[in-house]
């Protein structure tokens, strides 16, 4: 049943929409926040939406275009974090320093603040302590950074008593109980606790001053906690072992202990994305989904009933042929002697192209997140199905084994997860799979300071580099759009220590004359209120009048993506596809 044609909507008020989600009000399930971004920006618009009439209730809440957040607490009400306001409701970061209550038919203009933070903090945000019934019992949170937060409790007046935790802790609540995971390590009762130890403990204990925590799963150096959330009563914690997925469910018990079993039946190799069937907590059965994908096997919904197998419910059809294709995980060695592994893609007679394997590299590397290696649809049909070869890197910086593997290619580290990243494409040469010529490398975001510190610091690597909506000049990057909110992640540039490291991979700075540069294209969109686009422009520009073949692409949408639909994100991710296979000399008959 369509609740509303998105393409017909923009047509009728003249607006680039895009969908940007939704939330139903618990106390009221016909009403739902839609939330709807112009050409696929950041910032969005908010709306309220009848379910019973289909259609944008006239009178209903209404948020102007912002980076914003909206909770229901009651049919009437709502508890918003909203830029929109000027300074006075933004953090230099460019999102909301502010929680406002928001009453039906008031203007968020007359909404009272009830609590704020700092400008120099991220953001503000507000979370029920339960969602099913809301209550007046929140949390107000400040995000300190993507890795820092200090948290209280309160009401709809504002919040109250502060949650006595490190701010480098990761938490979530269902009832009484609180389970948290430290990134660092954490004494407690004189037992050294390693970084991403997962901890419970009664939240009434917590708020009393006494709290009685359980080591629920603790982190080694190759099998590390990822994330975790609840479903019904439970807990799952999903953990990473040599990169398998791993997922465990800890059920709390009247005595006070927990019990602990495995989701089993599920695959050892690529995604495996888990959630509840039910996402309304007072709806959930203990039943849970599961989104399983590899690099050759395309994306399936199971379902995992209580005690049963997991049961395939729908798949994906295959986009491209994946005959004779392997996959293998392997391991390079970087400059520093760390093992850092990689997922390759190819055909599985390895000698069927003679050492001249065209490869195409991807990478990230950054903010903790695990780079998994999943169904591309485009690369598969571009590149893999004409017997190129795939490669998935697993770089310091990222989330692969926890927090000590984030921290080592982060601030003064961040260069080595650069470092990584070409000691695979060395890695491959050494194997006899390929020629550095025949090596295409393609990274976005925090993965175009990647490739933009392969130009610079290892051009002799590489035939061709793809760099996308990326962040390239480190001078500046803290003064554009929401940049000082990363400085977490690379540093303060305005620091003279900080600084130090990084004007070393500030390709815009390091970028000279008459270096033996592969070819470059570099991308970005018009709406990306993320990372500003001025990176990718400068850089380009920059190239070009220094003599290098260095080409330029953005688009008027998108925002920090590829493109605002299917066809935009098919065209821009053929014409890079389309570059890299022309500049390092691929044709289907080579």
Known sequence: ETLIDLDALAKVEDEDWIYGGSDPCPQAPDRVLIWLSRGGSDAKVLREFDLTTMSFVADGFHLPEAKSSALWLDADTLMICSAYGGDEHATTSGYARTARLLRRGQSIDDAPVVGQTRADAMAMAVAPVTRDPVGDRLWFVTIENFFSNT?????????????DIPDDTRWSQRGDWIVLARRSAWEIDNVTHPPDTVLATPLSALLEGAPRYTALFTSSERYAYENHWWNDEALIVYAHENLEPRHMRFTPQADGTWARTMVEGLPDVGIVHMRPLDDIEREQTGDLIA????????????????????????????????????????????????RVPYVQVGPADAGKNKGQAPVYMYGYGGFGLT??????????KLWLERGGTFISANLRGGGEFGTPWHDAGR????????????????????????????????????????I?????????????????????????????????????????????EDWAFLQHISAYHTAV????????????????????????????????????????????????????????????????????REKIGWTDET
């Open 151 to 163: 948290t209280m409790i309160g009401t709809r007046e504002g919040p109250s008593q502060a949650l």
């Open 291 to 338: 989104n399983t994908q590899d690099p050759i096997t395309p994306p399936r919904l199971s379902l995992i009933e209580r005690g049963r197998a997991p049961a395939v419910m729908k798949s994906m059809p295959p986009a491209f042929d994946a005959k004779g294709l392997r996959v293998e995980r392997l391991e390079a060695t970087s400059h520093d002697g760390t």
């Open 371 to 380: 780079m998994e290696a999943s169904y591309r649809v485009g690369l598969g």
């Open 411 to 450: 601030r003064e580290g961040k260069a080595r997860s650069h470092d990584d990243f070409a000691a695979i494409a060395q890695d491959l040469v050494a194997r006899g799979v390929t020629q550095p010529k025949r090596i295409a490398a393609e990274g976005g975001s925090n993965g175009g300071l990647l």
């Open 452 to 496: 933009a510190n392969m130009l610079t610091r290892y051009p002799e690597r590489f035939g061709a580099l793809f760099c996308t909506i990326p962040l390239i000049d480190m001078r500046r990057y803290t003064k554009l759009l929401a940049g000082a909110s990363w400085i977490a992640e690379y540093g303060d540039p305005d620091i003279a």
């Open 513 to 580: 004359p008459g270096q033996a540069y592969p070819p470059i294209l570099i991308a970005t969109t018009r709406k990306d209120d993320r990372v500003h686009p001025g990176h990718a422009r400068k850089m380009a520009a920059k190239l070009q009048a220094m003599g290098y073949e260095a080409d330029f692409y953005e688009i008027a949408e998108g925002g920090h993506g590829y493109g605002k639909d299917n066809a935009q994100r098919a065209t821009f991710t053929t014409l890079g596809l389309a570059f890299l």
